[in-house]
């Protein structure tokens, strides 16, 4: 396992688990972010990353990429 941070644009990963609080993974789990689901990076921007979830394109910042294992 290591975290989404440092997946590269193209990269497709399967979401292991999401760490942080229990308010940081409730949020990344409303937005598609849960274990089991595939996550395909599609372009890193100064650490942030926009990736695709379930159809959807979404940006997150460098520290909720650290967060998510894959």
Do not use: W, Y
Request: glycine content about 12%.
């Amino acid at each position: 396992m290591m975290p989404l941070m440092f997946a590269a644009p193209g990269d497709v990963c399967t979401i292991q688990r999401v760490g942080g609080s229990e308010q940081l993974r409730l949020h990344m789990e409303e937005m598609g972010f849960v274990p089991g689901t595939q996550v395909t990076v599609v372009n890193a921007l100064g650490g942030n990353l926009i990736v695709n979830v379930k159809d959807t394109r979404v940006a997150i910042s460098r520290e909720m990429a650290g967060k998510i294992m894959i």
